[in-house]
């Protein structure tokens, strides 16, 4: 069964940093592209990163871009997302997914079936 599991959020100041990690389980991670998403409080979400199936291609959405690196380790089946010089306005949950391309738009695959998450609250 394909499984992505999210970790790694927390709260955090303004301007600081985090990681966040996408571990996988039940299946080939290197045959997929993967995308970050988050949902802001009363907002819709919205992708913000994805990666190829390499790591040779990311796309980042204009509101983390300079400020998000999206990474993965093959080998150990993750995805990371470095987020650097955190505004409140990052906020929110976050959420990893397969897609079916890294595009400069990020969109799940239809009938995605999404894990709990990792909350971010960027705050003082």
């Known amino acids: 069964q394909l499984q992505l599991v999210e970790s790694g959020g927390g709260l955090v100041q303004p301007g600081g940093s985090l990681r966040l990690s996408c571990a996988s389980s039940g299946f080939t991670f290197n045959d997929y592209p993967i995308g970050w998403f988050r949902q802001a409080p009363g907002k819709e979400r919205e992708g913000i990163s994805c990666?190829?199936?390499?790591?040779?291609?990311?796309n980042y959405a204009d509101s983390v871009k300079g400020r998000f690196t999206l990474s993965r380790d093959n080998a150990k089946n993750t995805v990371y997302l470095q987020m650097n010089s955190l505004k409140p306005a990052d906020t929110g949950i976050y959420y990893c997914?397969?897609?079916?391309?890294?595009?400069?738009?990020?969109?799940?695959?239809?009938?995605?079936?999404w894990g709990q998450g990792t909350q971010v609250t960027v705050s003082s």
């Open positions: 990666i190829s199936r390499s790591g040779g291609i990311t």
């Open positions: 997914a397969t897609i079916l391309t890294c595009q400069r738009t990020v969109v799940p695959r239809s009938g995605t079936s």
